[in-house]
């Protein structure tokens, strides 16, 4: 069925659409009234678990700011289910035993995300009904080391000694732990876009916490087979390694159709590093957001101009949205890139 707006699925397979698209990362949240509203009712938890509800909160930045494209109402843990992990969410997620032992890794319980997690899928479904095609809907997942790195933190972290002293002192349980994470997250990905989706992206939001060569001996090489083989199944997959500008060049050397850039390099510079034949999402500091129309209108602009020498460009935040912002502000910013 076509879409009545494809300008993001477009740039996403590097055609440049009329205009350039833009949504925004954690688009879906508590910087909106509408969406404060149903979480008076409802706990997160609860929330990922009703389809209906999902679809309703995934839709409310399509009606109320006008983005070009929704993103499944979800979270990156939910697939913790599939391991016998629960979550809390407080509203930081938190996990009661984290994973640091052998024993505990041998209690994992490798299930099937999609028996486990079969609630994500009938959130797609509930979004592409209520969605009516007016705009793609993107699923999602966490990357095997942001996954596997919030299992063994146990939450956020600054210093992440845990997953990283994993890394330096048992690499081989590591290796292991990021195949399975990887061989899970393929399957929940392509459950996905079973389910519906129209474009998948992949955050390793914790990227920034290795060093560059650690990065790329024990992360890259699963990140990896994830985007080609959930490639396979047909739809764009967007990858966002955040935290770290230094590991760009060598997220880069990974064929994802779109790399989203962080808020902490230039446009230019970025489309300098990855080359201008490939289709990059990104970077307004999300923090900028809480000025006045007229910084956001300058900085908007700016980059959208810097993205018009990449293949092709889809306007992001550099991270997810604040909970401070004002919604007129974002709605202002959309407005600005999509007139520009
Ligand atoms: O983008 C969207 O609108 C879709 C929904 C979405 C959420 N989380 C909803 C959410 C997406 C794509 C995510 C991804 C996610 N979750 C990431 C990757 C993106 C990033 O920010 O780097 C990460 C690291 C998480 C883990 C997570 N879940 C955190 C750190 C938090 C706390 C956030 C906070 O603002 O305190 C959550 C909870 C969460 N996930 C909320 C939302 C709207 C807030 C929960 C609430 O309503 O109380």
């Keep these: 069925m076509a879409l009545q707006n494809d300008s993001f699925l477009q740039a996403c397979r590097g055609v440049r659409p009329a205009h350039t698209p833009v949504w ?42 006008g983005v070009d494209a929704a993103i499944l109402f979800s979270d990156i843990l939910v697939v913790f289910d599939a391991l016998g992990v629960p979550v809390i969410f407080d509203p930081a997620p938190r996990i009661e035993s984290p994973v640091r032992t052998a024993a505990d890794v041998a209690r994992l319980r ?11 899928y009938g959130a797609i479904r509930a979004c592409k009904a209520a969605l009516a095609d007016r705009v793609p809907l993107i699923g999602f997942c966490g990357a095997p ?21 994993l890394i330096f002192r048992e690499p081989v349980v590591f290796a292991g732990l990021m195949e399975k994470m990887t061989d899970l997250l393929i399957t929940y990905l392509k459950g996905q876009v079973d389910a519906g989706v129209d474009a998948l992206q992949v955050f390793d939001s914790w990227a920034g916490a290795l060093a560059p060569e650690d990065y790329r ?4 090489p699963h990140l990896h087979r994830l985007v080609t083989e959930v490639q396979t199944a047909g739809v764009p997959v967007i990858l966002f390694a955040r935290g770290n500008a230094n590991i760009l060049a060598d997220v880069a050397t990974i064929p994802a159709d779109v790399l989203g850039i962080d808020w902490s390099i230039g446009m230019d510079r970025a489309i ?20 006045n129309k007229a910084l956001i209108e300058r900085r908007a602009r700016a980059i959208v101009e810097s993205g018009r020498r990449a293949k092709a460009h889809i306007f992001n935040l550099g991270h997810g949205i604040s909970k401070h912002t004002d919604p007129a502000l974002a709605k202002h910013m959309i407005q600005v890139v999509q007139s520009a």
């Design 110 to 120: 490798w299930g099937d995300p999609r028996e486990d997690v079969a609630y994500v």
């Design 24 to 65: 925004m990362m954690r688009q879906a949240g508590r910087y909106l009234p509408e969406y404060r509203a149903i979480r008076a009712k409802v706990s997160f938890n609860e929330l990922c678990r009703t389809p209906e509800l999902c679809a309703e909160v995934t839709l409310q930045p399509i009606d109320i700011l």
């Design 272 to 291: 300098d590093v990855v080359g201008a034949e490939r289709v990059v999402q990104g970077n307004l500091d999300p923090t900028l957001l809480l000025s």
């Design 145 to 165: 080391f942001t996954t596997l790195s919030y299992l063994v933190e146990g939450g956020g972290s600054k210093t992440f000694e845990h997953v990283k002293g």
């Design 217 to 220: 001996e024990h992360v890259l």
